[in-house]
């Protein structure tokens, strides 16, 4: 095992990694207190090689790494891949492709649906993972021997397990099953966190054109707030209190002084008037602040007996075909087959 922590190091890694065919991909990162995860180890294994590179480390240039990741001609391997890829796509301003899931590929080898990365080594190595660091503030140095034991192990058995995981597809006729649940993973528009479409995240509890304007225009303002700020969208203001915002619509520090989900002194916060100019914008034309939105249809009642069958009969098709059932299909799929003839779910 390697530990980069200067420039030489790192060109010979990548060197050695620009040889492989594929490697394996891991990161330990903070992001309790910030908004922007704060990336403090990059773990990779490819061939021989079995590198952890601290990008915390003075004057390393990680522009070599990147490039590597950007190389189209080899796979990278994750597990559960999705925070991952939100780093890489802020530090690349792009996915790194190809890339292999070795969680999706799971579900659709039948190993289980949303597996744990120590379950699959488990059962596929017959080799056991030691979690005990996994929740140690990876920011700190030096690092224990500990802490780079458990980190170089998230890659070295990824390494082994991609061969093993690509033959099992392959006799199953998948890889094509994982290529399509991959095409999420890879769009580029769920790692830009644009602050106009923050809103997409909320529940829609009204369709009156004030609740939504007010619900849009604030939650945009948060998401402003919380990437300026670099904390928390949580931090910033909870979603309960954007609902309660979008439904009492206050227009005065007195009025959000006195609601029940705003902190106690918030009202006379330096974020208080941004926020309030936000809820004021929004009343000013609710029409034209409101996000175009169709109401879901209408569910019949009765529904529970006949979708407590179908997921009866979703669990015996899986283990039939051997493969997790929200491969076929998830929950909001099975209401809609139960309550209409004809429901537009994708093949």
Same mark, same amino acid.
Not at 194 to 203: G, H, L, Q, T, V
């Given at each position: 095992?390697? /530990? ?16 492989? @065919? ?30 952890? %590179? @601290?990008?915390?480390?003075? +004057? ?32 690349? +301003?792009?996915?790194? #492709? ?5 969680? /999706?590929? $799971?579900?659709?080898? +039948? &190993? ?9 080594? *488990? ?34 058995? &990824?390494? @082994?397990?991609? =061969? ?10 998948? #890889? ?6 991959? $095409?999420? &993973?890879?769009? =580029? ?72 989900? %705003? ?14 100019? $936000? ?12 996000? *175009? ?8 009642? +009765? ?9 009866? #009969? ?34």
């Amino acid at each position: 095992m390697v /530990i980069v922590t200067d420039n030489a190091a790192l060109k010979n890694v990548c060197e050695a990694l620009s040889q492989t @065919d594929f490697f394996a991909v891991d990161t330990e990162f903070l992001r309790e207190s910030t908004y922007w995860s704060k990336l403090c180890l990059i773990q990779v294994a490819g061939g021989d090689v079995e590198a952890i %590179i @601290d990008p915390l480390a003075d +004057g390393l240039d990680m522009r070599p790494f990147l490039s590597i990741m950007a190389d189209t001609r080899i796979t990278k391997v994750f597990h559960a891949a999705r925070q991952d890829l939100e780093i890489f796509y802020r530090l690349m +301003g792009q996915v790194p #492709l190809p890339l292999f899931d070795s969680q /999706i590929a $799971a579900m659709a080898a +039948g &190993l289980g649906d949303s597996i744990g990365y120590d379950t699959l080594v *488990q059962k596929m190595l017959k080799k056991s993972v030691d979690k005990g660091s996994r929740f140690t503030d990876w920011s700190r140095r030096p690092l224990s021997d500990k802490q780079l034991t458990y980190a170089i192990g998230d890659v070295t058995h &990824l390494r @082994d397990l991609y =061969p093993l995981l690509i033959g099992r597809l392959k006799e199953r006729d998948r #890889l094509s099953w994982v290529d399509e649940e991959m $095409a999420s &993973l890879t769009n =580029p528009a769920i790692y830009q966190f644009d602050p106009e479409d923050a809103w997409r995240r909320m529940k829609i509890r009204k369709y009156s054109p004030q609740w939504l304007a007010v619900m849009r225009l604030v939650t945009r303002w948060r998401e402003r707030e919380a990437q300026t700020r670099d904390k928390p969208r949580g931090r910033i203001l909870k979603d309960d209190a954007i609902y309660e915002l979008a439904q009492q619509a206050p227009r005065s520090v007195e009025a959000l002084g006195r609601m029940r989900a %705003i902190p106690r002194g918030f009202e006379r916060s330096s974020m208080a008037q941004g926020l309030l100019a $936000a809820i004021n914008e929004a009343l000013s034309d609710p029409e034209k602040h409101a996000p *175009q939105i169709s109401r879901p249809p209408v569910m019949p009642s +009765g529904l529970g007996p006949v979708v407590e069958l179908l997921k009866v #009969l979703l669990r015996i098709k899986s283990e039939e075909l051997g493969v997790a059932p929200r491969l076929i299909a998830n929950a909001a799929d099975i209401e809609r087959l139960a309550a209409f003839d004809d429901a537009d779910i994708p093949p």
